[in-house]
């Protein structure tokens, strides 16, 4: 099954084991009753902060939808063998492709991940907002970061660490590709 298959699938057994249905999911979470069943479907690939705020709607956490089964201890990832990956976002062509970094980790605060982030067809278009904050650091390439009504724009070895409940967009730079290290934490 394809990761963002398993991730729908997972959010509609989470929604299914707690007797909520889609639009309670939607209501707790801030969304569109519409897109959660879109995203729950496998049809409509997901940003992060839709997937965050369904998150909330279920009463877990973002690495819920996004891991493996959890361990206590350390979470431990050699080089290469970063956990599956999720396209976000439209997928490789115009998204991002998310590698977690700690998925093995039980009880986590922090999402940490490794982003390949590819040019958006229209940057600054798919604005999204949710509580917590991001942490990026650029490994490669560059990457542009529609925030507000800014727009920064990073090269390897620039980070950005900001509020997430502001509008933003996350993105390699026009004719670029880019590797990011990210963090985002949200609160419970």
Do not use: W
């Amino acid at each position: 099954m394809a990761p963002q298959n398993l991730v729908a699938e997972r959010i509609r057994q989470l929604r299914e084991a707690r007797q909520l249905s889609v639009e309670q999911v939607a209501e707790r979470g801030g969304l569109k009753s519409t897109q959660v069943a879109q995203i729950e479907e496998g049809g409509t690939p997901a940003s992060l902060a839709p997937l965050l705020k369904i998150a909330r709607g279920l009463g877990v956490r973002l690495g819920t939808l996004l891991d493996d089964v959890p361990q206590p201890g350390p979470a431990l990832v050699r080089a290469g063998e970063a956990h599956r990956t999720v396209r976000l976002s439209g997928g490789k062509a115009t998204g991002v492709e998310v590698h977690a970094l700690a998925a093995s980790k039980q009880d986590r605060h922090m999402e940490p991940f490794l982003v390949d982030a590819h040019p958006a067809p229209a940057p600054g278009a798919l604005l999204s907002s949710h509580e917590g904050e991001e942490f990026l650091y650029v490994l490669e390439g560059r990457l542009e970061v529609a925030y507000g009504k800014e727009t920064y724009v990073l090269g390897a070895g620039d980070s950005l660490y900001y509020d997430s409940i502001v509008p933003h967009d996350v993105h390699a730079a026009p004719g670029a590709e880019a590797r990011v290290l990210a963090v985002v934490f949200t609160p419970c």
